[in-house]
């Protein structure tokens, strides 16, 4: 029976070496049917020794139930209460102070280091304001903080985890952010070509981005710390000045700061942080973060370059470019000891590289030749002549070195960036001269890299025109036609007529055939020795023959231009 088992209950505890302490919370929410039973309880059969019952409740409300039970003493609580201790309105200081600590904590348990949590201010300063008593934090704190999903995420947690809080505490300020985007993304717009052509108005953008932060902003103050953080232009707009200010665009450092972390604010990851997935550009940026570790590892030089050269002949083509601008970013990672072997690496793969055109922004080959003259910049002498030597012993390089020395720019925090820029320069035209006379076809298919030829051309100098001439002769035979024509043609990207379509323009440029000249009657001959049996061959061959119908002063591009939708990748020339 129940006298049985508490007697048994009773010789246990009694036996016990330890005191258990059990807590009942929140007993003043149950109907008061209930509250009596539990109280009988703990006065009556569960009065155990060693055991400790702390019950948590409002005594306001406790009295409140105990008068509705007309048959129970007032003074029944005081009976089964021993002692007991009241706990303290938490005042907004107080308060504040509680959840500052619990959120920087948490953020410590995750692996957040100190100096990263001043990141975190404005998003503890929002948390705090919205927090209106401890029942709203704690589900906060249970619902968003405590999700795996934001600190196993591969993108940025800060970033990801205030976007959760702000879809907790104000979901119309969610869903705001994400139907105005082109308020918010700031960087890496050329990825959403049709964001970007709504700010080409500059005035027009910022004047309509005030009137829109305006309304937003002016009845919920609280917003703007948080979304200060977030997002550049907001933080603008709070400063009192344009989303786009006129005066300076955003710095190579800033931007390499977003772009490590795969901020919101741009346009490659923004949906993602709404929907907490992955992409390719983040699937790219966990692929290189890996390189790096890899290639500070790697045992050898040899083991750098396999490293390298699995990524650019392994990869999918469509990811090369944002691995390579990725990486670029993570220079600043690679251990100095393995700043040469890097770049020596990236000279020997150069040929493999793509070569796509994009409107406004550095194509794969050009990303590689700024990776390589920013380990050029910053290695000693020794590593650097030995880099030069590497691109001068392949007549493959003469673009590549042409390219580099452009990047050479002034403003490098470099003492002497202008004398290794002309060291590039003259290397380049030695290897140029060489290349004339010793007549080195650069259309044959071991040296050929597209527009290697032009920029020989463009090396040489006046005085070596008539060489040049009689080079171009030697080389361009019914074989290597194609590969010519070929290096006369200019790429536009332009804008179609329908919002956010774009098309490709093709053209032989008259300034490239003036600085490669041949003449069109041999170029007819040798078109008909070679008549085209592919669709690039005969694409190219159409763009000459059209250009050739018009006056040899025309400027008029349109007249001679070819459009395709998409870029034509021209292989089997």
């Known amino acids: 029976g129940t006298k049985e088992v508490r007697d048994e209950l009773t010789g246990l505890l009694k036996g016990s070496s330890h005191r258990i302490v059990l807590f009942i919370d929140n007993i003043d929410r149950a109907d008061s049917d209930n509250v009596l039973f539990l ?75 100190e100096d990263e949590i001043d990141e975190y201010q404005s998003l503890i300063e929002y948390t705090v304001n919205k927090s209106e008593d401890l029942r709203a934090f704690k589900r906060l704190f249970n619902s968003v903080f405590n999700s795996t999903n934001i600190w196993s995420s591969s993108l940025n947690r800060r970033d990801l985890l205030a976007l959760e809080i702000i879809h907790f505490f104000d979901q119309d300020l969610y869903r705001e952010i994400y139907y105005n985007r082109k308020y918010y993304i700031s960087i890496d717009m050329y990825y959403e070509p049709e964001l970007l052509l709504q700010t080409i108005d500059k005035a027009r953008y910022n004047q309509e981005g005030k009137e829109y932060l305006t309304a937003i902003l002016d009845t919920h103050p609280e917003r703007k710390g948080m979304l200060s953080a977030l997002f550049p232009r907001v933080e603008h707009f709070c400063r009192n000045e344009d989303l786009i200010p006129t005066y300076q665009q955003m710095s190579r450092d ?245 919002e956010g379509s774009a098309y490709f323009v093709y053209y032989i440029s008259k300034n490239k055939e003036d600085l490669l000249p041949l003449g069109s009657d041999i170029i007819y001959q040798l078109l008909q020795s070679n008549p085209p049996d592919n669709e690039n061959k005969r694409f190219l061959q159409e763009a000459y023959e059209k250009y050739n119908q018009i006056e040899d002063d025309t400027e008029d591009h349109e007249a001679i231009s070819l459009l395709r939708t998409e870029e034509i990748v021209f292989h089997d020339i």
Not at 93 to 104: A, K, V, W
Request: proline fraction near 2%.
């Open 254 to 498: 800033e931007y390499k700061i977003h772009a490590q972390r795969m901020s919101i604010c741009s346009a490659k990851y923004f949906n993602l942080y709404f929907v907490n997935s992955v992409n390719s550009y983040t699937l790219v940026g966990k692929h290189v973060r890996q390189l790096v570790k890899s290639i500070n590892e790697a045992s050898s030089d040899d083991k750098v370059e396999d490293l390298i050269s699995d990524c650019i002949r392994k990869n999918p083509l469509t990811h090369q470019k944002e691995w390579l601008d990725r990486f670029e970013l993570y220079l600043d990672k690679l251990n100095k000891d393995k700043l040469k072997a890097t770049a020596v690496s990236f000279i020997h793969q150069w040929r493999w590289i793509n070569d796509f055109h994009y409107s406004l922004m550095l194509n794969e080959k050009d990303r590689a030749a700024s990776i390589i003259q920013s380990i050029m910049k910053e290695i000693d002498e020794e590593s650097f002549s030995l880099i030069l030597s590497t691109m001068h012993s392949s007549v493959c390089n003469i673009r590549l070195m042409r390219r580099i020395a452009f990047f050479f720019r002034d403003g490098d925090n470099i003492i002497d960036s202008e004398q290794r820029k002309q060291l590039v320069l003259a290397d380049a035209e030695k290897l140029c001269k060489e290349t004339l006379e010793q007549e080195v076809n650069l259309f044959d298919e071991k040296y050929y890299v597209k527009d290697n030829t032009l920029s020989l051309a463009l090396m040489i100098g006046e005085e070596n025109n008539e060489k040049l001439r009689n080079y171009v002769k030697t080389i361009v035979n019914e074989k290597s036609i194609y590969k010519y024509l070929l290096e006369l043609i200019q790429i536009a990207h332009q804008t179609g007529p329908a």
């Open 39 to 113: 109280l009988k309880l703990i006065a009556t059969y569960f009065d155990l020794p060693k055991i400790i019952y702390v019950l948590l409740y409002d005594r306001n409300r406790m009295e409140d139930i105990l008068k509705e039970q007309k048959q129970i003493d007032p003074k029944f609580l005081d009976k089964i209460i021993q002692t007991e201790y009241k706990v303290p309105m938490c005042v907004l200081s107080r308060r504040e102070e509680i959840y500052t600590r619990c959120i920087q904590n948490l953020l410590k348990s995750a692996g957040i280091t």
